[in-house]
């Protein structure tokens, strides 16, 4: 039994790579380092509340204007302002981790891009190999059947039969050796790419 693979060529969308799980791990957690440095830079815009004291009545709001009333105006800031340098630490780790984990990303990405471009390379080159294994079988099997018919003509003998059959046997064995590295390296590829893709009818 045959086994058909789809169809693949060199145009492969590099977008698929972000399917891979190492990928999407990594792109994640420099999100959430993103997330985690936004925080620690919102951390030194101190949140400041304006509170109104009131010593009237809401019908008295018209006095606000007078510095007199009894209405005065509070500013509380929710956050300290001088933390002994706590902030500057929680920031400076936050892009370092960031820093980090680009760096971790890119490399990711690199590495996604070499292994299918590896990939694809051996792919082509097993089907480069078995499309010549199999003309080379179609060959020896058109020579067994010229020596069959010279055999039972009585032009050759019966080791001469013997050789032919056995040339063809080994040409066949080895096809079907490079068909199994075929299918290896497709599924190496679709590995490489986090999954298989359909060509889009342009």
Request: proline content about 2%; aromatic content about 4%.
């Amino acid at each position: 039994m045959d086994l058909t693979l789809p169809a693949v060529d060199a145009g492969i969308p590099s977008d698929l790579l972000t399917r891979r799980p190492d990928l999407a791990i990594a792109e994640a957690q420099l999100q959430a380092a993103d997330a985690n440095l936004a925080q620690a830079r919102a951390a030194w815009l101190p949140s400041v509340s304006l509170g109104l004291n009131a010593g009237a009545s809401t019908a008295n709001l018209a006095s606000l204007a007078n510095p007199v009333e009894t209405l005065g105006w509070s500013i509380t800031l929710a956050q300290n302002l001088f933390d002994g340098g706590t902030r500057d630490a929680q920031t400076a780790i936050s892009e370092s981790r960031r820093r980090a984990l680009a760096e971790d990303y890119r490399g990711a990405i690199l590495a996604a891009l070499q292994e299918t471009d590896d990939a694809l390379d051996r792919l082509q080159t097993s089907q480069r190999r078995e499309a010549l294994q199999r003309t080379v079988s179609e060959r020896a099997e058109r020579t067994l059947e010229l020596t069959d018919l010279r055999y039972r003509a009585g032009s050759d003998e019966l080791l001469t039969l013997l050789d032919a059959q056995r040339t063809l046997f080994q040409t066949r064995d080895q096809l079907v050796q490079l068909r199994l590295a075929r299918l290896q390296a497709t599924v190496d590829l679709y590995k490489a790419i986090g999954g298989g893709w359909q060509q889009k009818d342009e």
